[in-house]
């Protein structure tokens, strides 16, 4: 693949946009879904448990959160208007019924007040983060006391071997998360690393690396 097309595929999976973006995000919630169940799981959602998620692609998952207690809130931020717009027509009826909430962001500030959340998770993002220890001070700030934020990623050694991640990326290892954490008025309660099975985009198996670290306001 020449250089341009594989920067036009980190574009696409930094901020979707057009008809390719559709396509992005479908193939993004295929591809991610064992990672978003595994972060969620982590959640431990409960009855009356009000939810943020950070880049949540085409949100086509809403529903497992929902499966999850009863009496829950979801809010959803997105850098892309396509995505925002995609997630809002997936999860229509829980708009309608106002269990779920979808709103536009830019990636750094969070639009809501102090202590909202008692869930806030987000899930192949931190490569794309602009500011992030301004953004996990952020989320800090919008976390209850006890609060619990799941970050999910796949591992800097898998990442390292797509082609496109050379480009908008920015890698992350657990350690090196584990860093950036430190500098954070968070604590990490659990981490934990799995290994699934995915297509890559040339159709064979490949082991994938990912680590969900939880952390406590």
């Known amino acids: 693949m020449?250089?341009?097309?594989?920067q036009a595929i980190a574009s696409q999976l930094k901020?979707?946009?057009g008809e390719k973006g559709i396509e992005m995000g479908?193939?993004?919630?295929?591809?991610?879904?064992n990672m978003t169940r595994h972060s969620i799981q982590n959640?431990?959602?409960?009855?009356?448990?009000?939810?943020?998620?950070?880049g949540h692609g085409n949100a086509g998952h809403v529903a497992f959160i929902f499966d999850q207690a009863e009496n829950i809130k979801y809010y959803g931020l997105e850098m892309s208007e396509l995505m925002f717009q995609e997630a809002r027509q997936i999860n229509r009826n829980f708009v309608s019924q106002k269990q779920a909430f979808f709103s536009l962001y830019n990636g750094t500030e969070i639009p809501f007040e102090d202590n909202l959340f008692n869930k806030v998770f987000t899930v192949n993002t931190i490569y794309f983060w602009q500011e992030p220890e301004k953004l996990l001070s952020e989320i800090y700030r919008v976390l209850q006391p006890k609060?619990?934020?799941?970050?999910?990623?796949?591992e800097e050694s898998f990442?390292?071997?797509?082609?496109?991640?050379?480009?908008?990326?920015?890698?992350?290892?657990?350690?090196?998360?584990e860093k950036l954490i430190e500098k954070s008025p968070f604590k990490i309660i659990n981490k934990e690393t799995l290994t699934e099975k995915v297509k890559s985009k040339t159709g064979e198996l490949v082991d994938r690396a990912f680590t969900t670290l939880v952390l406590e306001k």
């Open 2 to 6: 020449k250089q341009e097309e594989l």
């Open 159 to 177: 990442m390292k071997q797509l082609p496109f991640t050379q480009f908008e990326f920015e890698l992350y290892s657990t350690e090196k998360a």
């Open 15 to 17: 901020h979707p946009t």
């Open 43 to 54: 959640l431990h959602i409960e009855s009356g448990n009000t939810i943020l998620e950070l």
């Open 26 to 33: 479908n193939m993004m919630n295929e591809t991610n879904i």
């Open 147 to 154: 609060g619990i934020l799941c970050i999910t990623f796949a």
